[in-house]
């Protein structure tokens, strides 16, 4: 199983970006999936998370601004961001908790895409 991240990259102050994972392998189903970010010097943080029915969780930092969905026909989650801000830069990571058969599962997390918001 893997999760391959894509859509970062450099935006200006107020502007958006949207960020896709998708998981691809050998999967019986997806539960939970979400991303997480990492700048500089801080720990790795929950962004934004997304059960497999839909119930959505968010970091204080992020709502109102970004919106998690996903895609379960594809096995993608996107992470739709707006208004960004300058504290947004950070290197963003997809996970899910997946079950590849029916008795095994397992956290999965993507490679990670770097977000940079300039001032």
């Known amino acids: 199983v893997q999760l391959q991240a894509s859509g970062g990259g450099l935006v200006q102050a107020g502007g958006s970006l949207r960020l896709s994972c998708a998981a691809s392998?050998?999967?019986?189903?997806?539960?939970?999936m979400g991303w997480y970010r990492q700048a500089p010097g801080k720990q790795r943080e929950l962004v934004a998370a997304?059960?497999?029915?839909?119930?959505?969780n968010y970091a204080d930092s992020v709502k109102g601004r970004f919106t998690i969905s996903r895609d379960n026909a594809k096995n993608t989650v996107y992470l739709q961001m707006n208004s960004l801000k300058p504290e947004d830069t950070a290197v963003y990571y997809c996970?899910?908790?997946?079950?590849?058969?029916?008795?095994?599962?397992?956290?999965?997390w993507g490679q990670g895409t770097q977000v940079t918001v300039s001032s």
């Open positions: 997304i059960t497999s029915g839909g119930s959505t």
């Open positions: 392998g050998s999967i019986f189903s997806i539960n939970a």
């Open positions: 996970a899910a908790v997946i079950l590849p058969t029916i008795a095994t599962i397992d956290d999965y």
